[in-house]
């Protein structure tokens, strides 16, 4: 207990501020879809909300470390902070379509340059022995703040003020802890420079997996709140929907994991896929039954679906090398964010063209288009030998690790030469 206590000591203040903002994110998050629903935008409106959200996030990967190096860690995250705060207020002034993708774009810019200061952070104020428990402490930190933002949005009418009013104060308290902390900040970060067609050569399986995780998830962000209005659930309920479907994926993380050790990883992702499909299907036709009905469909939904991203790039990592691991997480990251910002819009254009309720259709055909590619991949390259595998548990710190890492950067097909940069983990 005492090593554990002096382990998380340096980044205490820093983790205690990840928790408050990410509750102000998680409610934002639920509560904009929702409003601008009642505001009557379009199905189409909606999902490039979304769509803007994961462009601005892929944005600020990418340039987010320029901008930190201006003016260093701490003096960055408060301005980012000020900035997030501002616009979830500017939200609730000025009610248009055009001006929310503007603004939520901004704010995608700004949640990723914070996450990649707060996990260089995490990163330089642990080692071997301390990052795993740091990142596991994190990684619930996260999951538990943002169900509790999504379940605030029954606290108040979402045509209201006072929950854009929360989820600025959330955002701007978050900056009390990291101002006043005594660590010292990071050293400075380099800029990314992806290879997306190099990672794709790596591991075919592990970006399509990626590849399809980013297309479904980045929809249900943005959309399965509007699919739980349109079940006519109460904002309780729509609530207890997204956080279900999120701690479904939190608890489907460790087994599969584990299992993916054990055996062929591609016949894990394969079955996450087709179970993931299975799911949606479930959703789409079961839409019209008993809230509790939906809310356990959307459980089953996160149990398969979520744990994707973390095969996917366990899968990649099998087949890097050591020093590349977390190279080959940073450049997956950026494919999941690109496709996570043409989610929302595809399947929103998707939805127009079917019926209202169609999004865990969408999801669903998303699936199993990726368990095809899996499963007529897989006899073009023999499995990974046990022995040579990568812990699922290792890769999943190195998905959630940024600090200065190494992005893939080959002088040729068949060697690495890696350049120093960062990115934060998946949202």
């Known amino acids: 207990m005492g090593s554990a206590k002096h382990s998380i000591a340096p980044v205490g203040a820093l983790l205690l501020s990840v928790a408050i903002l990410l509750t102000g994110n998680g409610l934002q998050g639920t509560l904009l879809p929702v ?22 996030f ?59 200061i707060i996990e260089s952070w995490l990163n330089k104020r642990s080692n071997n022995q301390t990052r795993g428990a740091i990142f596991s402490i994190y990684t619930i930190i996260t999951l538990t703040v943002v169900s509790v933002g999504q379940m605030m949005l029954a606290l108040s009418d979402p045509k209201a003020f006072p929950l854009f009013a929360m989820a600025s104060i959330l955002v701007s308290l978050a900056a009390v802890p990291v101002a006043m902390t005594r660590s010292q900040s990071p050293d400075p970060i380099d800029e990314i420079v992806p290879h997306v067609r190099r990672l794709y050569k790596l591991s075919p399986v592990g970006f399509i997996g990626c590849l399809a995780y980013g297309l479904a998830i980045g929809a249900f962000w943005t959309l399965g709140p509007i699919f739980a209005v349109d079940h006519r659930l109460t904002p309780i309920g729509i609530g207890l929907f997204m956080s279900a479907t999120v701690l479904g994926g939190a608890v489907g993380q460790w087994p599969l994991g584990r299992l993916s050790d054990k055996v062929d990883r591609r016949l894990v992702i394969l ?18 039954s008993a809230p509790a009905l939906i809310i356990g469909l959307g459980f089953s939904f996160g149990l398969f679906a979520f744990p994707l991203y973390a095969l996917s790039v366990a899968h990649a990592n099998d087949l890097a090398a050591p020093t590349d691991y977390v190279a080959t997480s940073g450049g997956l990251l950026l494919v999941y964010s690109a496709s996570a910002a043409a989610g929302p819009a595809i399947a929103s254009v998707f939805q127009s063209f079917v019926e209202q309720q169609s999004l865990f259709m969408y999801t669903a055909g998303v699936h199993l288009l990726a368990a095809c590619f899996v ?53």
């Open 375 to 427: 499963f007529f991949r897989m006899p073009y390259r023999a499995s990974v030998p046990k022995e040579d595998k990568v812990e699922f548990t290792e890769a999943l710190i190195a998905a959630e690790t940024v600090g200065p890492v190494e992005i893939i950067q080959p002088a040729d097909e068949g060697s690495m030469v890696p350049s120093r940069s960062v990115v934060p983990r998946q949202t």
């Open 35 to 56: 409003r601008a629903d009642l505001e009557s935008f379009s199905q189409v409106e909606i999902g490039i909300l979304g769509s803007f959200y994961f462009i601005g």
């Open 271 to 288: 079955s996450t896929c087709v179970f993931a499909a299975v799911a949606g299907l479930a959703l789409s036709y079961f839409q019209e």
């Open 58 to 116: 892929t944005l600020g990967c990418l340039a987010g470390p320029a901008f930190i190096a201006r003016a260093g860690h701490i003096r960055s995250y408060l301005a980012l902070v000020s900035v997030a705060s501002s616009i979830a207020l500017l939200h609730a002034m000025i009610v248009e379509p055009v001006l929310w993708w503007i603004f939520r774009a901004l704010t995608g810019f700004c949640f990723a340059a914070l996450f990649i």
